[in-house]
């Protein structure tokens, strides 16, 4: 069930209290009385301050699983509120959300772009899915398909979350991905887990 802004609303004023156990928690914190009287079923989030883009001149293509370090291949540039970002057309850059987030076991997300900029070429193709437990700022995927550069702004409204609730099972464990506790846009790591590692093998001739 997606919630609505009034419910995650009361969730949010719920975190304040000193006793409250497993909150949900976006800091900085929206204005809670706006968000209550919204009628939305979600909350826009806003653009960070860090970027990384990757560097065609530094590698010739991406293999999966060759462990090749994030500073090899992207470049991370910093720009400050009141500054911008120019993305050209069909480039691709990794933003990060300034709000920091915090799903309780009970809650789960997705994030979408708004639709207000993706009538403007910018998509915004997230990692959508956000698993109960998950703590940091959320990586955006921004690709310009139109035929103009779009200027995007550090605190601007980017993207929006959706938030539902999960049927619990009575299991303590939480997200424990690459990405947990980012603060700043990371490509993380990409290789084949065991069973594509079987079927290459097979495929080779080295399993019968």
Known sequence: MILSADKIARYLKNAEKP????????APTPDLNKLSG???ASIDLRLGTWFARLQQAR???IRVGEGIAQPQ????SYVPFGHEYYLHPRTFVLGITLEW????????????GKSSWGRRGLIIATATGVHPGFVGCLALELTNVGEIPIEIKPGMKICQIFIHEVAMTGSESVDRS??????KP????VKLDDVAQKLA?????FLS
């Open 59 to 61: 590698t010739f293509h």
């Open 186 to 189: 990371m490509l993380g790591d």
């Open 73 to 76: 291949i992207t470049k991370i």
């Open 101 to 112: 987030i915090r799903l309780p076991l009970s809650l789960t997300a997705s994030v979408i």
């Open 178 to 183: 690459q990405f947990v506790g980012s603060r």
């Open 19 to 26: 006793r409250t156990k497993d909150p949900l928690v976006i």
């Open 38 to 40: 919204s009628g939305a």
């Open 201 to 205: 093998m097979r495929a080779s001739g």
